[in-house]
């Protein structure tokens, strides 16, 4: 009986998980322009990999291979969002401004921290 | 399952050779080259082939990018454009790629049981491993023991790497003075970036010695825990600067401890001669020879790693150097 | 249930790759080799489920570290370039 519930949340855990790693995927796709691109893939890929691998934690029982997903997933959210902060820093950093009707390169704080640079 | 998967993966991997050899742009060829590594792994794991498949993944999706990415700020990113055609040798090579392919016809399929080395080689390791050696990963134990010679040539060709580039890009007299200065990184705009290499460099090096010490049990050896310690500690320079991670690794330090893998390896080698055996024999290392087996495979697993990690950081540490030279004296 | 993640995680990864091969800049590709490289993690560890080998969670970790270091490294590479050809312009 408790299998069946384990078996059947890791179901609906896995399937989550893959939606919304292929809603990131076609995002990335089809978003016109970097930030909105970085916005949809690594807010997905984060949600999307926490999902997929609890899921996988819940078919895996207490062995050491739950220890190694729970490592898994610990290193995934630190490293995507410390990588994805990084590349929108960067990106920023080397003059690419945001599709917005605003001209923000005027503005005193987005000019202060480009003459900074 | 096991098949699709195979299929749509060699099917990307050509794809992504075919937009390395169009792209122009230096750096997007690098990153390529990264994923045709991550897939040319994906696909040794799907071939059931572990550990070439970390070998793989850590070589050649880590270190190769980062030493590529290093040579570039020297060369510069765009590649120039070539303004003839060279029918000429396109000809030549679909001519040898035509009898090659025809060559290969005459061989017998991919992974039929009947082939030579099925019949002869493959079992005499599988069958006599676990009673002679000891060691559940058959992998490590032929890789150190059984062909343990091959392994030694290995070796002394990652060694013989870090020497050429050694002295390929000398450091003269004159800026040996000048690298004592501090080089300044923007730091202050790169805090998170640093909170973060912090935290994970000391989980890196555990999980480095780890991955070298558990090679007898799993998936791991010398080669990829080296490479993993190097990959951490370039991680770290890149973000704190090179003069400060030089306080910890000095080059006599690194260039030694290049040496000293090699001499451990052999060392052991020389030592079983005296005892009695052959060269790289390690039935004579202990008074019963499974335990000499697993004696000398973890001292020679030990030498390949302390090498390699070496090695690596040292041809880094070389680029950067010559790099951040111009940075500070192109004035 | 694993061959459905399994198939879905290609698919994403086939998007990731286009992606990589289309963006018109240096970033976009960054992003999507980022993304390809998460993916690729999941579906090792998908992968050693369906198989039924539990060695390869040891390659996602790893997988998992190479892929991040390997953008913080073209990340810095990138910035200096850039930073060193503002300098000899001035």
Not at chain 2, 147 to 159: A, K, N, Q, S, W
Not at chain 2, 252 to 279: D, H, S
Not at chain 2, 294 to 319: P, R
Request: net charge neutral; proline share 3%.
């Amino acid at each position: 009986m408790i299998e069946l519930l384990l078996d059947m949340l890791s179901w609906v855990l896995l399937l989550s998980g893959s939606f919304f790693c292929l809603t990131g995927g076609i995002g990335l796709m089809r978003f016109p322009e970097f930030f909105s691109r970085i916005h949809a893939a690594s807010l997905t890929d984060t949600l999307g990999a926490s999902l997929i691998l609890m899921g996988l934690m819940l078919q895996a029982g207490i062995t050491i291979t739950l220890a190694k997903l729970i490592m898994i997933l610990i290193l995934s959210l630190i490293a995507g969002t410390t990588a994805s902060h990084a590349m929108a820093k960067a990106a920023l950093k080397s003059g690419m401004c945001p599709l917005d009707q605003v001209d923000r390169s005027q503005q005193p704080e987005i000019k202060a921290y480009k003459d900074k640079s | 399952m096991e098949t699709l998967i195979d299929i749509v993966l060699l099917s990307f991997l050509v794809l992504t050779a075919l937009a390395v050899a169009k792209m122009h742009d230096l750096f997007a060829v690098v990153m390529l080259s990264g994923i045709y590594s991550l897939l040319s792994a994906s696909l040794f794991l799907d071939l059931d082939a572990v550990d070439v498949a970390f070998t793989e993944a850590s070589v050649g999706a880590g270190i190769s990018t980062l030493l590529f990415l290093a040579s570039l700020k020297l060369v510069g990113r765009y590649e120039k454009r070539t303004r003839y055609r060279p029918m000429l040798a396109l000809g030549v090579v679909l001519a040898t790629g035509t009898l090659l392919i025809y060559g290969t016809l005459d061989m017998p399929h991919f992974g039929s049981p009947d082939t030579p080395v099925h019949q002869h080689v493959a079992p005499r390791y599988l069958n006599d491993s676990m009673a002679e050696i000891g060691v559940p990963n058959v992998v490590t134990s032929v890789l150190a023991s059984y062909r343990g010679y091959d392994t030694l040539g290995e070796t002394l060709v990652i060694f013989t790497a870090g020497i050429g580039v050694t002295s390929l890009l000398r450091v003269s007299r004159r800026t040996k003075r000048e690298e004592q200065q501090r080089v300044p990184a923007d730091m202050q705009q790169q805090i998170i970036l640093r909170v973060v290499a912090k935290w994970m460099l000391p989980l890196i090096m555990v999980f480095a010695l780890y991955v070298q010490f558990h090679g007898d049990y799993g998936p791991g050896g010398g080669f990829q825990a080296g490479v993993i310690f190097a990959a951490g500690v370039i991680l770290y320079t890149m973000l704190y600067g090179l003069s400060t991670t030089q306080k910890v690794f000095p080059r006599k330090m690194l260039e030694l401890f290049a040496a000293l893998g090699v001499l451990l390896y052999g060392g052991v080698g020389i030592t079983c001669l005296l005892l009695g055996g052959n060269f790289l024999d390690y039935n004579v290392l202990r008074h019963d020879p499974v335990h000499g087996q697993h004696l000398g495979i973890l001292l020679v697993e030990l030498g390949v790693g302390i090498t390699v990690a070496s090695v690596m950081i040292m041809i880094f540490f070389k680029f950067t150097w010559r790099t951040v030279k111009h940075k500070y004296f192109v004035k | 249930m694993f061959a459905v993640t399994a198939l879905t995680l290609l698919v994403v990864m086939a998007l990731a790759l286009a992606r990589a091969f289309l963006g018109p800049t240096l970033y976009d590709r960054i992003l999507a080799v980022n993304n390809f490289g998460t993916k690729t993690v999941l579906l090792i560890a998908v992968m050693d489920f369906l198989a039924g080998r539990p060695d390869f969670l040891d390659i996602a970790i790893v997988y998992a570290l190479i892929n991040f270091i390997s953008i913080i490294g073209v990340l810095r590479f990138f910035e200096y370039a850039q930073q060193k050809t503002v300098e000899h312009g001035e």
